[in-house]
């Protein structure tokens, strides 16, 4: 099978992440908007590419005034940045259904090259006669890589915002046609 061009489906996908409060809980939060492009051969994973990017402005965790200040310029400063970017440098098949995403996400005016592992969950046919792959994905952020520093000291100790941040992928795609 030759490499083929795959949709995102993003009724049935999703950007997560949590990243930890006040040094003892996490908050989590989702990306609403975003889109890419996806070359995929079952068969041969190494050879895939994706690009995709995010809306900032689709932060969502469920607290307006919270996503008001990850939009501001203490975070994500969506009005001078409106979208993060993730490029795809290579897809390395480490075992059965285990991938190694390696690429450079870019947020803010920072790239920084990260490695997602990934684990493709096969492919089949809807109800509707569309074929469809998914996937799972994970990786770990520090996000003062990226220059999302802001934090502010506890009276107890620590800090408010913990400086890892959890991504998680959910990822459905159909076949492009």
Same mark, same amino acid.
């Given at each position: 099978?030759?490499?083929?061009?795959?949709?995102?489906?993003?009724?049935?996908?999703?950007?997560?992440?949590?990243?930890?409060?006040?040094?003892?809980?996490?908050?989590?939060?989702?990306?609403?908007?975003?889109?890419?492009?996806?070359?995929?051969?079952?068969?041969?994973?190494?050879?895939?590419?994706?690009?995709?990017?995010?809306?900032? #402005?689709?932060?969502?965790?469920?607290?307006? &005034?919270?996503?008001? =200040?990850? !939009?501001?310029? %203490?975070?994500?400063?969506? /009005?001078?940045?409106?979208?993060?970017?993730?490029?795809?440098?290579?897809?390395?098949?480490?075992?059965?259904?285990?991938?190694?995403?390696?690429?450079?996400?870019?947020?803010? #005016?920072?790239?920084?090259?990260?490695?997602? &592992?990934?684990?493709? =969950?096969? !492919?089949?046919? %809807?109800?509707?006669?569309? /074929?469809?792959?998914?996937?799972?994905?994970?990786?770990?952020?520090?996000?003062?890589?990226?220059?999302?520093?802001?934090?502010?000291?506890?009276?107890?100790?620590?800090?408010?915002?913990?400086?890892?941040?959890?991504?998680?992928?959910?990822?459905?795609?159909?076949?492009?046609?």
């Amino acid at each position: 099978m030759a490499i083929q061009n795959w949709t995102f489906d993003s009724a049935h996908s999703e950007i997560s992440f949590k990243v930890r409060h006040m040094m003892f809980s996490k908050v989590t939060g989702y990306f609403s908007e975003w889109e890419g492009e996806f070359a995929f051969d079952p068969e041969n994973p190494a050879n895939a590419k994706t690009t995709v990017t995010i809306a900032v #402005d689709s932060i969502d965790t469920k607290n307006a &005034d919270r996503d008001a =200040h990850l !939009k501001s310029g %203490d975070f994500f400063d969506a /009005e001078a940045f409106p979208q993060m970017r993730f490029d795809s440098t290579s897809f390395e098949q480490v075992d059965g259904a285990d991938l190694k995403v390696h690429g450079n996400l870019t947020i803010r #005016d920072k790239t920084v090259p990260v490695t997602l &592992d990934v684990e493709y =969950h096969g !492919k089949g046919i %809807d109800p509707w006669g569309n /074929e469809r792959v998914g996937f799972s994905g994970k990786v770990d952020l520090d996000r003062e890589a990226f220059g999302l520093t802001w934090n502010q000291a506890l009276e107890a100790g620590g800090v408010l915002v913990g400086k890892k941040v959890e991504v998680e992928l959910q990822v459905q795609a159909t076949l492009a046609g």
